[in-house]
């Protein structure tokens, strides 16, 4: 009972516990044979080694035990060699296009928080100058804007302001605080780069769900599934629920809690614009298609994207 | 620095738990070190490490011995990998898997310093794509937050020898968010019964885990 076993660092034949052939592999031999063993394939030396001594490869259970007698100390230093390179090219290998799409989309959301934090602070200390502005300008960027550009005078003649009750600052005392403005605008400015360069990106990646989903929520999709992969074999209702987790967990451990319709697919202009009664229905259909675009991204299908949202769009 | 009676390398001082450096002067996790009698030790934080909290739960046996050869499923970074790696002493070996590039990168650092470690990026699933890669191991260590968790362990068993311990960590909330932990640790148990030694809930280092330690029997 001649037995064949292969490790990464050649392929044995044993009678028993006694080798009585061998192949040793060199260190490409090494790196290459792996995968292919990885994969389940028969490699050369093996075909040769069975022919030649009439072996067979080995079961579970006698690979158990051909590892345990072939586990000496230079044996083991070896598997250590040749393993710490086959990891490293492993990990030179590893990085896809999920990965940097969704460090960008990350990367959005971070830039956007940096900058929301710092308007505020911004407007707490610009108000020591002119707190009517405040309330006349809401959004953030607007308001940054407005006031690195324009001087209060200025302002206070556009936005129809008589009086104001903050005290008057020196140029000195003006200027770190438009400063911090620049940096905020800088930082506006990066998110509006980061969020196109996201769009070519994911186009180039996953054409159809970028066209039924946006970018923006396709990359959060994305993100939350982990990779386009898992998002592509996820259910329909999972990706209805992906951003949603909070809401869906907290129903899950008490029944008396509403389950929630949607998660990040809640700001996409389908279900945005769907009517109350509808919004449930919106977000299930569009989930649906979703899937179906993920699924045909992933296994690189045609593109159907178009008529999935034309499809959405009629119904709703 | 008093010892933590049978396992080796383990020691405990001041209400806190140690390990013996195997590569003094090393360390990879900003982990505190203190130096007696000439000889350094590595703060084992049982707030990092489940195995730490099992010993600081007093877990009567883990199997780890030195020189033992580890089989670590969900290597991770390899904060555990690092402390198992002072257990074994240098003429031990630890193969540590992870499925994430991101954490085997980490992982290939700390292995390229300790040379008792040996990472690999596979998938614990699949045990075919890795079985050449390895040798047979006297601890079968897993810590995976899966669904399928047990079935995982159960799958890697064929890499331990007979008479070889298992140590699993579970996760209550990875297996079944709704149900109760305790009913989830009392399945478990039953599942393992036949092989089991000892095991810990691992509160109040960790909330709804448990380590289990079995004994591969003929």
């Not at chain 2, 399945?187 to 960790?206: A, F, G």
Request: glycine share 6%.
């Amino acid at each position: 009972m001649r037995v064949l076993y292969s490790d990464v660092l050649g392929s044995y034949v044993f009678e028993g516990t006694k080798l009585i052939a061998k192949a040793d592999f060199s260190l490409d031999q090494s790196i290459g044979f792996s995968r292919e063993i990885a994969e389940g394939r028969t490699v050369a030396p093996e075909k040769e080694l069975m022919q030649k001594y009439s072996a067979h490869k080995a079961s579970q259970e006698e690979a158990s035990q051909i590892r345990e007698v072939m586990a000496d100390k230079e044996h083991l230093q070896d598997l250590r060699r040749v393993n710490m390179k086959i990891t490293a090219d492993d990990l030179r290998h590893s990085v896809t296009a999920d990965h940097i799409i969704i460090h960008t989309i990350n990367n959005a959301e971070e830039v956007t928080r940096m900058a929301n934090g710092l308007a505020k602070r911004l407007r707490e200390w610009y108000g020591l100058h002119f707190p009517e502005i405040n309330e006349k300008i809401e959004d953030n960027y607007g308001f940054v804007k407005a006031i690195s550009r324009k001087d209060r005078k200025t302002l206070m003649d556009e936005l129809k302001i008589a009086e104001s009750i903050g005290s008057t600052m020196a140029k000195t005392e003006l200027e770190p605080i438009l400063e911090l403005a620049e940096t905020i605008l800088d930082l506006y400015e990066q998110k509006r780069r980061l969020e196109l360069y996201l769009e070519k990106a994911m186009k180039l990646n996953c054409r159809n769900l970028t066209v039924v989903a946006g970018s923006l929520i396709a990359a959060k999709l994305i993100r939350d599934a982990g990779s386009l992969q898992k998002l592509a074999k996820t259910t329909s209702t999972t990706i209805q629920m992906l951003g949603a987790e909070k809401a869906l967990f907290r129903h899950l451990k008490n029944r008396a809690m509403k389950p929630p319709k949607h998660g990040h697919i809640v700001n996409h202009p389908i279900v945005l614009g769907a009517s109350r009664p509808m919004k449930g229905k919106a977000a299930r259909a569009l989930a649906d298609k979703l899937s179906i675009a993920a699924k045909v991204d992933y296994f690189k299908g045609e593109f159907i994207g178009d008529r999935l949202r034309q499809e959405l769009e009629e119904r709703f | 620095m008093k010892q933590v009676q049978k396992f080796p390398n383990i020691f405990e001082y001041k209400g806190k738990l140690y390990t013996l450096n195997s590569y003094p002067k090393l360390t990879h996790f900003e982990e505190k070190t203190v130096l007696q009698r000439g000889l350094e030790y590595r703060e084992f934080r049982p707030e990092r490490s489940k195995l730490a909290a099992a010993v600081m739960n007093k877990i009567s046996q883990i199997g780890i011995r030195q020189a033992s050869k580890v089989l670590y499923l969900g290597a991770s970074h390899g904060y555990t990998p690092s402390f198992i790696s002072d257990m074994v002493g240098r003429q031990g070996i630890i193969f540590g898997i992870d499925v994430a590039p991101q954490v085997v990168t980490r992982l290939y650092f700390v292995a390229s310093r300790r040379n008792n470690i040996i990472p690999l990026l596979a998938d614990c699933n699949k045990p075919e794509t890795y079985h050449h890669r390895i040798t047979q191991c006297d601890i079968l260590y897993q810590d995976i937050a899966q669904r399928n968790q047990l079935e995982i362990f159960l799958k890697n068993m064929q890499f331990l020898k007979q008479g070889g311990f298992g140590i699993l960590a579970i996760k209550a909330k990875s297996i079944d968010v709704t149900r109760q932990p305790r009913h989830i640790f009392r399945e478990i148990k039953q599942s393992l019964e036949k092989t089991l030694v000892d095991y810990r809930e691992l509160h109040p280092y960790e909330k709804d885990h448990a380590l289990y330690v079995i004994k591969k029997q003929e």
